[in-house]
């Protein structure tokens, strides 16, 4: 997946400049590497609170996962809050709650401030599809009242039906607060933001080397950007950058597919409500309406690391299974991308050293949290760290097996939970 991306998002794209590669040397306050949500909001937050801020990003801005993604905004974290209960206890998880709704907010805040034209809408739906998965639902709009003090409603099979025109789901959570953006014009946004601010942007600039000094030394192929502080948001992306980073996540590959324009009577048939979908499976289906009316629908995931053959022809089968309305709609895209998964699916935030920080393992659940852990690293390199060194407390440990063996025991793995999901 390296190369350029045929997506909805690329074609629907806001104007935006192309910015140089990096040259020579310079000297920053910080040095942010990597050009998605993660790194735009860290430079942004930064420059804002006038630090010198460069920001190196190895392709174009919003090349990565951000470009890509499905769009849903949701609160929370992907390994769910039960386990970020057992990690970090009662009250520091209601505190990491908390600021992944802030994340929530921050969006909207700056959507506005920034005027973004990133077609956000509010509301979100979690759905079940077996009897097994609406009782997991109702336990946790259970949990989220009582221990997290967030209500969302819960929605028998019919009340589904009435918002989705689909047999397959028994029932729902939905969440008003949580919603869906067009994600590479949001990214975009940001980028344009924080040049507006004084963010320094190089782009199809890899960073090929940190060298962990006081100040910190980041290589690119063409030049070096000196700081004292460095901030890595590299993502699955971050190849051989750093290794210890690297143990830690598994690039996962997962699918889209937007079909051609339905026209805004078609879509809202299918859809009523203008929110964002997605199920209970382990190996997850989720979509959403686009500003012009088609049905952008993700699924499947590949653990190999490969582009499975014919990633249309799978997701579009996929489709169909929720939407058998839609045998006639032609597919205008399909595109892929990878998320940077954790053993706990947990987020991964830290230092490698006292200047050196990074945020990974968004697992998947990145479009909100994103924005908020730039916020919580610009915080740290400001001397408040309280925030991020909640995160920093969570046990991550490398993926089994060492770089030849961890794939095929993840594919192993995998195959056991889509066997759940079968029962
Ligand atoms: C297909 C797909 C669907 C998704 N759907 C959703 C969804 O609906 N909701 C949700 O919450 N999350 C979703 N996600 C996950 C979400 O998109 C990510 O968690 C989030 O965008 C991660 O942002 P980021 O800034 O950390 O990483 P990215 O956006 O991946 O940015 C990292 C950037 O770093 C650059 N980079 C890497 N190494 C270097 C280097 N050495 N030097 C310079 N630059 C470098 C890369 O080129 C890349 O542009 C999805 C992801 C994918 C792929």
Known sequence: MTEAVHSYYAATANPAPAFPALTGEIVADVCVVGGGIAGCSTALHLAEKGYRVVLLEGERIGWGASGRSGG??????????????????KENARRMWDISIEGLDLIADRVAR????????????????????RDDLLAEQASLAKDFDYPVDFLERNAVREILSTERYCAAL???????LHPLNYTLGLAAAATAAGVQIFE???????????????STATGKVKAR????????????????LRNRIMPVGTYIVATEPLGEERIASLIRRNVAVSDANFVLDYFRRSADHRLIFGGRVSY??????????????????VFPQLTDARIDFAWGGYVDITLSRAPDFGRLAS????????????????GIAGKLVAEAICGQAERFDLFTRLDHRNFPGGPLLRTPSLVLAMLWYRMRDWL
């Open 72 to 89: 849903q905004a949701i609160v929370g974290f992907a390994s769910g809050q039960d386990k970020i209960v057992h990690a970090a206890g």
């Open 114 to 133: 920034h005027h973004i034209d990133c077609d956000l809408h509010w509301g979100q739906m979690h759905a079940a599809i077996k009897p097994r998965q």
């Open 174 to 180: 939905y969440d008003k607060r949580s919603g869906h």
């Open 204 to 218: 199809h600039s890899k960073a090929t080397h940190v060298d962990r000094n006081d100040p910190a030394t980041v």
């Open 229 to 244: 502080f460095v901030a890595l948001c590299c993502n699955a992306y971050i190849g051989g950058l750093e290794p210890t």
């Open 304 to 321: 190999s690391g490969l582009d499975p053959f014919n990633t249309q022809r799978a997701t579009r089968k996929r489709m169909l299974a």
């Open 355 to 370: 200047n050196i920080f990074y945020l990974q393992g968004f697992s998947g659940h990145g479009i909100a949290l994103t």
